[in-house]
């Protein structure tokens, strides 16, 4: 009996240890995280090993060299080359080209992360032609704001990791594979841009999500990240839906988003004289596509394609594509009512990731698009706008990883940048366009897979910050005029 005991002991922490807690050893016998959808998870792998491979998604292993004084000597190298005069990132922006004295201080900046966004008119130099131009404003805008590409962590869904990074400057790629911020790490209260422009410039903070406050976990997610209302599906009233083949309740239109966006900022400068940040994420172009989601006399049509796709495919196509002309509407709304009124706003327009398009990849492929791979890096950098009301200088973004969204945007428009930013900022110009998912964005646009030793420094650097801040004693706060 006692033999009999010590062997199950054995094998049951073998299982536990040599497989069940071991990430590499769980997916290699096709054990495949799923954070967001657990009740799926939970069925497909049984209670017991969803339980425990769910625990490595919470382990965090402290980075080497580690410390209060590893915290700030980056951050005062990074405050040293502030002294130095170097070659802006963007030399025709607003911040490069106007005095630290006559800079608009604190606008009002609106956050859109519009789902599934990319121009999808750049297929017309790959065979495919719509029957109307899906992304007029967009082009339009182009030619005076700042543009380019968001080098996503995601593709086909995870819209959470993208959101995190734009808000935050962490990446996603140094969390546990699988793991979903909001629901595992996004906790307690940890520096965001929200929480620092609330805490040290007086900002009033709202989100906007027309979908349901729990789905991704963002009723909980939102307070720790620093926002101060979250207005959820669940308090909306008169918003028009569509799509309704998939979604049997329908999605809320990005024209009724319009509208709530520029009711919520309404509502908080009637209520306060502070400055606005206000993020809002949409739904309506959400997967799956099919052509049976519009009408006829609604839905974009696709008036030539390359030969070999099916009729679902290009059903589903046209599907996505009316959905980037409502999403280009509304681009079009927002900017008109922004530039009317009375006071400096920065417009921060962007798509969270790329999808397949109908069952497979054939949009991409027939077309040369891109290849049928998800970690295609052509199907991870979507659409970027940065448009202000008291700048019309075109610039030309390049591709920028999601992290490094508001580092960007804060040195375009000159305005006070706490340090982690500035290291981002370091990191951009010294290192690489984007590290996501271990795809490397060289500074010439290139990709690679692997980081030469300089690049490997920035990173340990940049992951040793992230820790400090998500996970550590907050060494960093401090110097950024924020509490530990």
């Given at each position: 009996r006692v033999a009999g005991f010590l062997a199950s002991a054995a094998a049951t922490c073998g299982l536990l240890f040599g497989v069940f807690l071991q990430p590499a050893v769980t997916q290699a016998i096709g054990i495949v995280p799923d954070a967001w959808m657990q009740d799926r998870y939970y069925r497909y792998y049984g209670v017991i090993t969803s339980f425990l491979t769910n625990l490595t998604n919470l382990e965090i292993s402290k980075p080497e060299g580690y410390s209060e004084e590893a915290v700030n000597e980056i951050l005062d190298d990074t405050e040293a080359a502030q002294k130095y005069s170097t070659a802006p990132l963007y030399p025709g922006s607003y911040g490069?080209?106007?005095?630290?004295?006559?800079?608009?201080?604190?606008?009002?900046?609106?956050y859109v992360m519009d789902e599934s966004y990319w121009d999808v008119s750049e297929l017309e130099q790959y065979g495919f032609q719509f029957d109307t131009d899906v992304s007029a404003n967009l082009h339009a805008l182009q030619q005076t704001s700042a543009s380019g590409r968001a080098y996503s962590p995601s593709f086909g869904g995870g819209t959470c990791d993208v959101e995190f990074e734009a808000l935050t400057?962490?990446?996603?790629?140094?969390l546990p594979n699988g793991s979903k911020p909001y629901q595992q790490h996004?906790?307690?209260?940890?520096?965001?841009?929200?929480?620092?422009?609330?805490?040290?410039?007086?900002y009033q903070t709202a989100a906007?999500?027309?979908?349901?406050?729990?789905?991704?976990?963002?009723?909980?997610?939102?307070?720790?990240?620093?926002?101060?209302?979250?207005?959820?599906?669940?308090?909306?009233t008169h918003v028009n839906k569509v799509r309704r083949h998939y979604w049997t309740s329908g999605l809320v239109t990005d024209d009724s988003m319009a509208d709530q966006i520029i009711q919520q900022y309404e509502k908080m400068k009637t209520s306060s004289d502070a400055p606005v940040f206000l993020h809002a994420v949409t739904?309506?172009?959400?997967?799956?596509?099919?052509?049976?989601?519009?009408?006829?006399?609604?839905?974009?049509?696709?008036?030539?394609?390359?030969?070999?796709?099916?009729?679902s495919?290009?059903?589903?196509?046209?599907?996505?594509?009316?959905?980037?002309r409502d999403a280009d509407a509304m681009l079009g709304r927002l900017t008109d009512y922004f530039s009317q009124v009375d006071e400096p706003v920065i417009l921060v327009f962007w798509g969270d990731h790329y999808n397949p398009i109908d069952s497979n990849y054939d949009i991409y492929?027939?077309?040369?698009?891109?290849?049928?791979?998800?970690?295609?890096?052509?199907?991870?950098?979507?659409?970027?706008?940065?448009?202000?009301?008291?700048?019309?200088?075109?610039?030309?973004?390049?591709?920028?990883?999601a992290y490094d969204i508001s580092p960007v945007m804060m040195e375009l428009f000159g305005l006070r940048q706490p340090a982690y930013f500035q290291f981002l900022g370091r990191q951009l110009r010294a290192a690489y366009r984007a590290n996501t998912r271990g795809t490397i964005l060289e500074k010439d646009g290139t990709a690679s897979n692997e980081l030469t030793p300089l690049q490997q420094k920035?990173?340990?650097?940049?992951?040793?910050l992230q820790y400090d801040l998500m996970f550590g004693k907050g060494y960093a706060l401090s110097r950024m005029g924020l509490e530990s």
């Open positions: 490069a080209t106007t005095s630290a004295d006559e800079t608009v201080k604190k606008p009002t900046i609106i400057g962490y990446s996603a790629s140094f996004v906790t307690k209260p940890m520096f965001s841009l929200p929480n620092y422009l609330k805490l040290t410039q007086g906007v999500h027309c979908f349901w406050a729990k789905y991704w976990s963002r009723d909980t997610a939102y307070p720790n990240l620093g926002f101060d209302t979250f207005l959820s599906l669940e308090q909306m739904m309506q172009n959400h997967t799956n596509y099919n052509k049976d989601n519009y009408p006829d006399d609604v839905r974009v049509k696709v008036t030539e394609h390359p030969a070999g796709l099916k009729a495919t290009v059903g589903a196509l046209e599907d996505f594509a009316t959905g980037i492929t027939r077309s040369g698009y891109a290849s049928g791979s998800s970690a295609d890096p052509r199907l991870h950098q979507t659409t970027l706008l940065m448009w202000s009301n008291y700048s019309d200088r075109a610039v030309d973004l390049g591709t920028i990883a920035w990173s340990d650097e940049h992951w040793l």
